[in-house]
């Protein structure tokens, strides 16, 4: 059975974040605004079809896909490149292969206990986040 993933969640804890941004290209100005950020998680799930919305003071990010199904994705407002996705659970685990100008990235979400957990990997850098229920 998959996880349930829906839910609005607060940011805990943020590890090598600018290791993440490096690796994606972001300017040192975006990487030493959007590390002081605390964004908000907002996941819509309904079965296997999924809305995600990251709310922030600097930017939002919105993104909707079908588990299973390739998908074009605008990553406007992150790094502003388009890749092609692909999302697919691992066990209870949500994990997403992004295939573009970036090598091996992607990112895979899943809960401990009451804590909603994210890993986003690019090239070689991985950042580790966790959320809290709001």
């Excluded at 994606?24 to 002081?36: M, N, Q, S, V």
């Excluded at 091996?104 to 070689?124: A, K, S, V």
């Amino acid at each position: 059975m998959t996880a349930d993933l829906s839910g609005t969640w607060n940011l805990l804890s943020s590890d090598n974040f600018e290791g993440y941004m490096l690796a994606l290209g972001i300017d040192f100005a975006t990487r030493k605004i959007a590390k002081l950020l605390k964004p908000q998680k907002v996941i819509e799930q309904d079965g296997d079809s999924f809305t995600i919305h990251t709310y922030s003071t600097l930017k939002n990010y919105l993104v909707t896909f079908k588990v299973g199904e390739e998908f074009d994705e605008d990553n406007k407002g992150l790094d502003n490149r388009k890749c092609r996705s692909l999302v697919t659970w691992d066990n209870d685990r949500l994990t997403c292969v992004q295939k573009g100008e970036k090598k091996n990235r992607g990112w895979t979400h899943w809960i401990e206990g009451d804590e909603l957990h994210l890993e986003m990997f690019c090239e070689g850098q991985v950042c580790k986040q966790t959320f809290q229920r709001a």
